[in-house]
């Protein structure tokens, strides 16, 4: 195990419906990340947070709601997805934000939208 | 783009064997990381080799670094059954400040 937890594993959604994704890491990491990983193409990464504050965003679709209470919980809250936003989203985190610090990942939640 | 393009996309192999995946990538960097995924699950970091070194060894994995070249190879040697997974490569730079820029990673099979 990694020290990084995700829930829930697989998420069958609707385009219409609201879910929201959690990760929680045990590792006391200051830097927490969300990563879309989809058939065929790289990882892409998503938002970073630092200390509880966004500090990267990478061009995402307002559809996904990123949200960071503390250091140890991320949230990505979904909300009228499309179908081609089905992938498998990975969290990760760091000890900071430093420049290529070691990530550790979750097992990931693999999203289908319908 | 830094991306790393891993090469091959594929490769099968008998146990005992070696495995050498290669990396490519686009532009100067602070770091290069090889990390393991098994079918469908979370990365799992193996080895982190410095723009400043040109080899590390990890038990069985050896990577080497050509900044001339901007490439870098993974070698696991007497590969297992259990090494049957996707392994890719992330590049970290000044410019992309904490974002890691993976490539698209080389899946490995290994069969008994």
């Known amino acids: 195990e990694t020290g990084v937890t995700q829930t829930p594993r697989h998420l069958v959604m609707g385009m219409t419906n609201k879910k929201s994704l959690k990760c929680e890491q045990h590792l006391g990491h200051n830097a927490m990340y969300w990563y879309k990983q989809s058939a065929k193409k790289p990882l892409e990464l998503m938002f970073v947070y630092n200390f509880k504050e966004q500090t990267e965003n990478n061009s995402v679709p307002s559809r996904f709601s990123p949200e960071c209470p503390n250091s140890s919980h991320l949230f990505l809250h979904l909300h009228t997805l499309q179908p081609e936003d089905s992938a498998l989203y990975l969290c990760a985190s760091s000890r900071d934000r430093g420049v290529g610090n070691e990530q550790f990942f979750g097992p990931g939640t693999r999203l289908t939208v319908l | 783009s830094q991306q790393g393009e891993e090469d091959p996309q594929a490769l099968s192999i008998q146990e005992g064997e070696n495995a050498t995946m290669n990396c490519s990538y686009k532009?100067?960097?602070?770091?290069l990381q090889w990390y393991r995924q098994n079918s469908g699950r979370g990365l799992v970091h193996l080895i982190l080799i410095r723009s400043n070194e040109r080899e590390k060894h990890s038990g069985r994995l050896r990577v080497t670094l050509d900044t001339s070249k901007k490439s870098s190879s993974l070698l696991i040697t007497a590969s297992r059954a259990a090494d049957t997974a996707s392994y890719f490569c992330?590049?970290?730079?000044?410019?992309?400040?904490?974002?890691?820029?993976f490539g698209k990673g080389t899946t490995l099979s290994v069969s008994s």
């Open positions: 992330a590049t970290a730079s000044n410019q992309a400040g904490t974002a890691l820029i």
């Open positions: 532009t100067s960097i602070n770091n």
